[in-house]
């Protein structure tokens, strides 16, 4: 489906809906979108008769809602406590570098985005990234390359 | 009654009030930051704290009800040291480039520290930087000396209905924004400066043209046009502390021709001239069946609203250029010609009470062959500033008259700057355009108070009239419903974006209150009461215009020079 289609989808659900809805509607045009598009915005601006600086302001206030839509491979890098002792700074940092973004970024291509994550759990893993929902265990600048390369030349065939 | 102890004296009072309420009203003057005149309290700034005997901690006076009994401080060292420790962590992140900052003297921060003596950094912390936002053309942001007090996102919101900005992110990352962090001329901003009346440091000041000014002022080829609001002229008469028997345009006149300006001109003027073409267009539709209600179209906040807010009603505002744009592109036609100058030699300032007009002259469908009529539009604010620059005595100034030919003023185009005073002026031309008549009452009290929305109805020949008049962009908003429902219907409506019409503007000196406002009014109001030409159509000046010019009202070059077909902006 368009993007279009699928918003139209959230949109008769909430046809009749107060302000009230407004977070709940965000996150279901998330869930269909990904991400809030700046025509989402102002289109719920329109339906809840709510300015579009209030939208933004409530969104923003949560990690949840992203503005840019999620590259095809989705990286979430984990900056807990143990992943932090184990030096995900620097991973970050690499990854940064090599992928030329900043964390809630997109590249260009729309191949990667970036996000940065308090902890997912798996501190026995530590430092841990995670790609489209799959763990990369105990990573470092040699294997965050060789995951980068491996999807690039994937993506190449 | 209560009686409460206030700094060991006992004071009797209601009970409804606030503490703060109570203490202002015993002439005590507790610092705030957050606080809003008629607006619920937020007590988020903490500023106007005090101690209450038996109560665990400091209370914020602003939120707090006063009750019988109750024993306050305001001063004592526990308060006064709570106060400082606030507004010393509010200095931490603050930029400190005070002496290269618009606000300077009227920056309320300032004030404050030194009025608690703050003479050290206790606390430090990294400075704020953050990109400055300049793209608007009339207001300039600087999130970096903003303090987050609120009070711009509430007076967009809650008076005007505009949102165009509110709190974005959270925490230590938490700023005043419009949606996505866009520039605000991207956003729903409509210009009306409302937000820099409230904000107590400077974060938000208007787009400055003093330079441009100085620059033309001093520039042998060019002849330097200005003309200036009838709000500019009793604002100003109160800020130097005129005395009140003296004209203050005549005075302003004078200043002006000081500071090297060529020609002077009045608003006024043109405020007279939309007036023969407003109730012209009025009756053309009254009596042709066009669209009514007709809404003035005075006010360049209130068209960008309408355009921006309810678009399909743009064709109900009326097609008459402001005041200003009328006497921008006269100046450079009719009086060009006149005086064998060529328009790209002619720079024409305009000194507004207002900041949305510095984005009205830059409108693309107010552009004349894609120049700009208005060069440059100063505040009263600004101006001020050039008197200063200029060193000017006001006490040593002669009074002056405007220059003819574009200078004479009728008091009901001075009417303009209060709010109900377009309404009136109109109705009084009106009038005599449709019964051949003037008024017996020229004075229409129905429209003459702070009222957010009058309304009054006239017979005038065989058209029985139903008129309004509002301002501040939230009432306008709700008369649009009612209208768009069809629960009320007018024929004529007058709207004024800011509170109390022009002299209330956003481009005005800062500190004014309601009772500043009204003095301004009143003023306005003695001035049309002790002046003999009293309608616009009487004005003499106007008179040549049209026999020399214009031909007659709604005639070809009027549509041509004095009307406007908006364009999307």
Same mark, same amino acid.
């Given at each position: 489906?368009?993007?279009?289609?699928?918003?139209?989808?959230?949109?008769?659900?909430?046809?009749?809906?107060?302000?009230?809805?407004?977070?709940?509607?965000?996150?279901?045009?998330?869930?269909?979108?990904?991400?809030?598009?700046?025509?989402?915005?102002?289109?719920?601006?329109?339906?809840?008769?709510?300015?579009?600086?209030?939208?933004?302001?409530?969104?923003?206030?949560?990690?949840?809602?992203?503005?840019?839509?999620?590259?095809?491979?989705?990286?979430?890098?984990?900056?807990?406590?143990?992943?932090?002792?184990?030096?995900?700074?620097?991973?970050?940092?690499?990854?940064?570098?090599?992928?030329?973004?900043?964390?809630?970024?997109?590249?260009?291509?729309?191949?990667?985005?970036?996000?940065?994550?308090?902890?997912?759990?798996?501190?026995?893993?530590?430092?841990?990234?995670?790609?489209?929902?799959?763990?990369?265990?105990?990573?470092?600048?040699?294997?965050?390359?060789?995951?980068?390369?491996?999807?690039?030349?994937?993506?190449?065939? | 009654?209560?009686?409460?102890?206030?700094?060991?004296?006992?004071?009797?009072?209601?009970?409804?009030?606030?503490?703060?309420?109570?203490?202002?009203?015993?002439?005590?003057?507790?610092?705030?930051?957050?606080?809003?005149?008629?607006?619920?309290?937020?007590?988020?700034?903490?500023?106007?704290?005090?101690?209450?005997?038996?109560?665990?901690?400091?209370?914020?006076?602003?939120?707090?009800?006063?009750?019988?009994?109750?024993?306050?401080?305001?001063?004592?060292?526990?308060?006064? *040291?709570?106060? !400082?420790? +606030?507004?010393?962590?509010?200095?931490?992140?603050?930029?400190?480039? %005070?002496?290269? @900052? =618009? /606000?300077?003297?009227?920056?309320?921060?300032?004030?404050?520290?030194?009025?608690?003596?703050?003479?050290?950094?206790?606390?430090?912390?990294?400075?704020? *930087?953050?990109? !400055?936002? +300049?793209?608007?053309?009339?207001?300039?942001?600087?999130?970096?000396? %903003?303090?987050? @007090? =609120? /009070?711009?996102?509430?007076?967009?919101?809650?008076?005007?209905?505009?949102?165009?900005?509110?709190?974005?992110?959270?925490?230590?990352?938490?700023?005043?924004?419009?949606?996505?962090?866009?520039?605000?001329?991207?956003?729903?901003?409509?210009?009306?400066?409302?937000?820099?009346?409230?904000?107590?440091?400077?974060?938000?000041?208007?787009?400055?043209?003093?330079?441009?000014?100085?620059?033309?002022?001093?520039?042998?080829?060019?002849?330097?046009?200005?003309?200036?609001?009838?709000?500019?002229?009793?604002?100003?008469?109160?800020?130097?502390?005129?005395?009140?028997?003296?004209?203050?345009?005549?005075?302003?006149?004078?200043?002006?021709?000081?500071?090297?300006?060529?020609?002077?001109?009045?608003?006024?003027?043109?405020?007279?001239?939309?007036?023969?073409?407003?109730?012209?267009?009025?009756?053309?539709?009254?009596?042709?069946?066009?669209?009514?209600?007709?809404?003035?179209?005075?006010?360049?906040?209130?068209?960008?609203?309408?355009?921006?807010?309810?678009?399909?009603?743009?064709?109900?505002?009326?097609?008459?250029?402001?005041?200003?744009?009328?006497?921008?592109?006269?100046?450079?036609?009719?009086?060009?010609?006149?005086?064998?100058?060529?328009?790209?030699?002619?720079?024409?300032?305009?000194?507004?009470?207002?900041?949305?007009?510095?984005?009205?002259?830059?409108?693309?469908?107010?552009?004349?062959?894609?120049?700009?009529?208005?060069?440059?539009?100063?505040?009263?604010?600004?101006?001020?500033?050039?008197?200063?620059?200029?060193?000017?005595?006001?006490?040593?100034?002669?009074?002056?008259?405007?220059?003819?030919?574009?200078?004479?003023?009728?008091?009901?185009?001075?009417?303009?700057?209060?709010?109900?005073?377009?309404?009136?002026?109109?109705?009084?031309?009106?009038?005599?355009?449709?019964?051949?008549?003037?008024?017996?009452?020229?004075?229409?009290?129905?429209?003459?108070?702070?009222?957010?929305?009058?309304?009054?109805?006239?017979?005038?020949?065989?058209?029985?009239?139903?008129?309004?008049?509002?301002?501040?962009?939230?009432?306008?908003?709700?008369?649009?419903?009612?209208?768009?429902?069809?629960?009320?219907?007018?024929?004529?409506?007058?709207?004024?974006?800011?509170?109390?019409?022009?002299?209330?503007?956003?481009?005005?000196?800062?500190?004014?209150?309601?009772?500043?406002?009204?003095?301004?009014?009143?003023?306005?109001?003695?001035?049309?009461?002790?002046?003999?030409?009293?309608?616009?159509?009487?004005?003499?000046?106007?008179?040549?215009?049209?026999?020399?010019?214009?031909?007659?009202?709604?005639?070809?070059?009027?549509?041509?020079?004095?009307?406007?077909?908006?364009?999307?902006?």
């Amino acid at each position: 489906m368009i993007e279009k289609e699928k918003f139209a989808v959230v949109k008769n659900k909430y046809k009749n809906a107060g302000p009230d809805a407004l977070i709940p509607l965000l996150q279901d045009i998330q869930g269909e979108l990904g991400y809030l598009s700046r025509e989402a915005i102002t289109e719920v601006s329109k339906g809840l008769k709510l300015s579009e600086s209030k939208i933004y302001g409530v969104a923003s206030f949560y990690n949840q809602f992203k503005f840019n839509p999620p590259g095809k491979y989705h990286i979430q890098i984990c900056r807990g406590t143990a992943c932090h002792i184990k030096g995900s700074k620097t991973i970050l940092e690499h990854l940064e570098r090599e992928l030329k973004i900043a964390p809630d970024q997109t590249t260009k291509d729309g191949l990667f985005s970036l996000e940065v994550v308090s902890c997912v759990g798996a501190c026995s893993l530590a430092p841990v990234i995670v790609v489209n929902n799959k763990f990369h265990a105990d990573v470092d600048k040699k294997k965050i390359k060789k995951i980068i390369k491996k999807i690039r030349k994937e993506e190449l065939e | 009654m209560i009686s409460v102890k206030i700094n060991h004296k006992t004071v009797k009072t209601t009970p409804e009030k606030t503490i703060l309420e109570v203490l202002r009203k015993e002439g005590i003057d507790i610092p705030t930051l957050c606080h809003m005149q008629g607006f619920p309290p937020t007590g988020s700034c903490r500023m106007c704290v005090v101690e209450v005997k038996d109560f665990p901690g400091l209370v914020p006076s602003c939120s707090y009800p006063v009750r019988a009994g109750m024993e306050i401080q305001t001063h004592s060292n526990r308060v006064l *040291e709570a106060r !400082r420790t +606030i507004l010393e962590l509010l200095l931490a992140t603050h930029p400190d480039d %005070c002496l290269y @900052c =618009g /606000k300077k003297e009227d920056c309320y921060l300032l004030e404050l520290s030194s009025r608690m003596n703050v003479d050290r950094r206790p606390y430090r912390a990294v400075k704020k *930087e953050m990109k !400055r936002d +300049i793209a608007s053309n009339s207001i300039i942001r600087d999130n970096a000396k %903003c303090i987050l @007090c =609120g /009070k711009c996102v509430r007076i967009c919101e809650e008076v005007q209905q505009v949102g165009a900005i509110d709190f974005v992110n959270r925490g230590a990352d938490t700023c005043v924004a419009s949606a996505f962090e866009d520039s605000i001329n991207l956003s729903t901003c409509i210009g009306c400066g409302q937000c820099i009346m409230v904000c107590p440091t400077g974060a938000l000041q208007e787009k400055s043209y003093l330079n441009e000014v100085m620059e033309a002022l001093n520039n042998p080829a060019k002849t330097v046009v200005v003309q200036n609001a009838p709000a500019v002229s009793v604002t100003i008469a109160q800020e130097l502390d005129l005395d009140s028997q003296v004209e203050p345009q005549a005075v302003l006149t004078g200043i002006l021709k000081k500071m090297g300006f060529d020609y002077v001109f009045e608003t006024g003027f043109s405020a007279d001239l939309t007036i023969m073409e407003e109730s012209s267009e009025l009756i053309e539709r009254l009596q042709q069946g066009g669209k009514l209600p007709m809404f003035t179209s005075c006010s360049p906040g209130w068209v960008d609203y309408v355009e921006k807010f309810h678009p399909e009603l743009r064709d109900y505002l009326s097609s008459c250029k402001s005041p200003q744009q009328m006497l921008g592109s006269l100046v450079k036609t009719f009086w060009a010609e006149s005086q064998k100058i060529n328009h790209d030699d002619i720079f024409h300032v305009a000194i507004m009470p207002c900041t949305a007009k510095k984005s009205e002259a830059e409108r693309s469908d107010l552009l004349t062959g894609g120049n700009k009529d208005i060069d440059a539009v100063l505040t009263t604010r600004e101006f001020l500033k050039l008197i200063k620059l200029h060193g000017i005595e006001v006490e040593k100034i002669e009074s002056s008259p405007a220059d003819t030919l574009l200078g004479k003023h009728s008091s009901a185009g001075k009417l303009f700057a209060a709010s109900g005073g377009v309404m009136e002026a109109a109705l009084r031309t009106a009038h005599y355009l449709i019964t051949g008549k003037n008024m017996e009452e020229p004075e229409i009290s129905t429209l003459r108070n702070l009222r957010e929305h009058k309304e009054t109805e006239l017979k005038v020949g065989n058209y029985d009239l139903k008129v309004a008049v509002v301002y501040g962009l939230g009432a306008a908003n709700k008369l649009l419903e009612e209208i768009k429902r069809g629960e009320e219907k007018y024929d004529f409506v007058e709207v004024m974006t800011c509170p109390g019409g022009c002299v209330g503007g956003g481009g005005q000196p800062f500190g004014a209150d309601q009772e500043k406002i009204r003095e301004r009014m009143e003023a306005l109001y003695k001035i049309d009461s002790r002046q003999k030409v009293r309608f616009s159509h009487e004005n003499e000046s106007i008179k040549n215009i049209y026999a020399e010019f214009l031909g007659k009202p709604l005639g070809k070059k009027s549509h041509e020079l004095l009307h406007v077909r908006r364009t999307n902006q």
